[in-house]
C-alpha cells in the first residue's frame, strides 16, 4: 500500500504536498519526457501512508492505491518507476505556489476524463 500521485498533477506543480510529507517521499524527473511527465511522483517504498498529502493537495491529485480512479490506472505503476529507476529522478523541493480556484480544479478533472 501506498499513496500514488495521478496526472491531475501535471501542469500544477504547486508541491504543497512535499511541505507537508513527513518522510520526503516526493520526487520529480530529472528530465521530463512524454513518457515521464512534469509532475510528481511517490516512492512506494518511503511512503508511510498518512494520508497528509491528501488534504494538502489543492488540486485533488493524490489517491491512496486502493481507490485511484480507473481512468488513472497507468499512475500507479508510473509512480513506482521512481523506486526502480531512481537514477531518472530528484527529491521534490517544496516550490509554492498560489492555490487554485474551485473552477480551475474542476477544469482540469473534466481535462482529465474524471
Ligand atoms: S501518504 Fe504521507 S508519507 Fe505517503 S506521500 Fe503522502 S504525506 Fe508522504
Ligand atoms: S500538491 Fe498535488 S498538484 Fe501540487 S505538486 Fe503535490 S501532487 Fe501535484
Redesign the pocket.
Same mark, same amino acid.
Given at each position: 500500500m #501506498?499513496?500514488v500521485v495521478t496526472r491531475l498533477c501535471q501542469e500544477n506543480k504547486d508541491t504543497a !504536498?512535499v511541505a +507537508? !510529507?513527513? +518522510? =520526503? %517521499?516526493?520526487y520529480v524527473a530529472k528530465s521530463p519526457t512524454e513518457d515521464l511527465p512534469d509532475r510528481l511522483y $511517490?516512492?512506494v517504498s518511503? %511512503? $508511510? =501512508? !498518512?494520508? #497528509? %498529502? $491528501?488534504e494538502?493537495c489543492p488540486w485533488q491529485a $493524490?489517491y #491512496?492505491d486502493s481507490d485511484v480512479p480507473a481512468q488513472f490506472a497507468d499512475d500507479t505503476p508510473l509512480n513506482a518507476r521512481c523506486d526502480t529507476e531512481r537514477d531518472l529522478f530528484d527529491k521534490a523541493v517544496n516550490e509554492p505556489k498560489s492555490p487554485p480556484s474551485p473552477e480551475e480544479v474542476a477544469a482540469n478533472k473534466t481535462k482529465w476524463g474524471l
Open positions: #501506498a499513496h !504536498c +507537508v !510529507c513527513p +518522510v =520526503d %517521499c516526493f $511517490i516512492s518511503e %511512503c $508511510i =501512508d !498518512c494520508g #497528509a %498529502c $491528501i494538502a $493524490i #491512496a
